[in-house]
């Protein structure tokens, strides 16, 4: 490492016991920040079959059900698409999102179990601050989670479901606010497409990759932060049916991952605004946009709005003198 | 760094003052006083339910100590969270090490977690193992080892960044007569060598030797804080056995 650790290395090679702590500077806390990230990433190598699981519950459904649906659904010219696509291709973003949340709230059944063994206590005796080591161990759920996202990504490409070449960034806009919103917030009725760079012709095929990864993280993050949240308050998380059946399946079904919420708006406009105040339908939109080298701009306040509320109810849960720990006698606590 | 009158080469290891706390209606710490000086094996006596653990949560700032006061090293643990968790390690009751990584995988982690990264992580790995007898096992996967193995890599593990302080939540639990002498063996000799303050919960009377601290807590009080002949006399007893029941008016104490 660098000159500053070399530093420490020599102040504390004596071995005896100093009174005065060494300082934590940037490098200390890089470490520490690489060091949660990389054992979640380690973690999860290690378990090769959760790599599968994780791998084979989105393919099962690109394969069957999309395929499946081909006929039945037919997709229009939405943005950001500019020419009618297959089924498949539409819902490739919401399954990247599924990805995404199965994966936030296996972490957060994880960090449940963690409570009962000594790992989470662990990482609450670092000396760094609470929000930095929670923030870390959910950047480190990220990068898992894009672990999977890109293995599932390289699949689908064989299955010809390929993002077209990306020429230009653009920046869309458009929203119309419901009801009972009316007023609050402005609609953008006439949906606007502003290009704000274009990209260098070597990019071009993989650019819809490259440009999909910030929105992963910050989806991946609000998605995590909740899940976090949940493992606080929620004593009876153990049961993943339990948390499949009240947050997975009402989420994932109640979004704009496997349908165009216009179609949704056909069958049942209440259904339709339940949809558009489920989070996660912004985090699907978000991802579907940048796959196509768009920045859906309503999609990207509404996901890192969410994410700072649900960051900020979590490190709140963990904090040791107001949390709702405390106040439990939770992780392991009581005796 | 400003520098606390308090603190400095001769501050107590871990000192706690008039500490209470409850969960709702449930008193589990009353009042709690005691103090581990530097170099000192200091044994935490109580039954279970006594109080250890939520005295634990809060020295490592689980959760606020409501009231009284908590030192380690002189630096508050409320007041200055990082210094003062710096100077701490804890092998705390549950394991804290992934079976499915390497020793030396889950102690570069620990030592990130102090902000210990790179060559120094290595050096202090190599150092820690070496002081449990482990050296050779560096790369072998947590799980292949025995219960009292495991026990010593979590040891090795909040050695890492060198504390001045160590907690021990009932660190024997699950092991054998052999394993057990080697954890004890281990910590008395970090206390001998390093000048560690040892902090030492149990309920096992067997592991208390002559020359140690004793704190007995019972039902969220502590019933005596001193040396083990202290002990005796206050308690008008001929071994600690029959001390600890004398003052907690238990006959329940286990049999060691």
Known sequence: ?335 | MSKDVSSGAGAAALVISGVSHSFGENRVLDNVSLVVPQGSFTVLLGLNGAGKSTLFSLVTRLYDNVSGEIRILGHDVRRRPTQALQRLGVCFQSKAIDSDLSLLQNLHYHAALHGIGGREAKKRANDALGKVGLLDRAHAKVRTLSGGQARRVEIARSLMHRPGLLLLDEPTVGLDIGSRESVIGIVRDLVREEKLGVLWATHLIDEISATDNVVVLHKGKVLFAGTVPGLLEAAGAANVRDAFRGLTGTITAEAA
């Open chain 1, 1 to 335: 490492m660098s000159a500053g650790a070399t530093a420490v290395a020599q102040s504390l090679d004596t071995g005896t016991v100093t009174s005065e702590p060494r300082k934590l500077g940037f490098a200390a806390y890089f470490a520490c920040f690489r060091g949660i990230v990389w054992r979640e990433v380690l973690r999860f190598l290690h378990q090769t079959e959760r790599f599968f699981s994780a791998l084979v519950r989105p393919l099962v459904w690109l394969f069957i059900f999309a395929a499946g649906f081909r006929q039945v659904l037919g997709v229009s010219i939405i943005p950001p698409y500019q020419s009618y696509v297959l089924y498949e291709e539409f819902v490739t973003p919401g399954l990247v999102g599924m990805i995404l949340l199965f994966n936030a709230m296996q972490s957060s059944l994880s960090m449940v179990y963690d409570r009962e063994t000594g790992t989470m206590r662990t990482l609450l005796v670092s000396p760094f601050p609470r929000s930095f080591l929670l923030v870390s161990k959910l950047l480190g759920g990220v990068s898992v989670a894009l672990l999977q996202v890109f293995a599932f990504l390289l699949v689908a490409y064989f299955w010809s479901i390929q993002p077209p070449p990306i020429t230009e960034l653009k920046l869309f806009t458009g929203y119309e606010a419901p009801h009972w919103l009316e007023g609050i917030v402005p609609s953008m009725t006439e949906p606007s497409i502003i290009t704000f760079a274009s990209v260098p012709a070597a990019l071009q095929p993989v650019m819809g990759y490259i440009f999909v990864i910030p929105a992963l993280v910050v989806a991946g993050l609000m998605l995590g932060s909740l899940a976090l949240f949940m493992s606080s308050i929620i004593k009876q998380l153990e049961n993943f049916a339990g948390v499949m059946n009240f947050v997975i399946f009402p989420m994932f079904f109640a979004s704009s991952a496997l349908y165009p919420l216009w179609r949704i708006r056909e069958s049942s406009p209440l259904l339709y605004e339940i949809c558009r105040f489920n989070p996660f339908s912004y985090a699907v939109e978000l991802i579907r946009f940048g796959l196509y080298g768009h920045v859906d701009l309503v999609s990207l306040i509404v996901v890192v709005s969410c994410t700072i509320l649900f960051l900020a109810a979590a490190v709140f849960a963990y904090n040791p003198s107001k949390g709702l720990i405390a106040r439990r006698g939770g992780p392991g606590g009581g005796a």
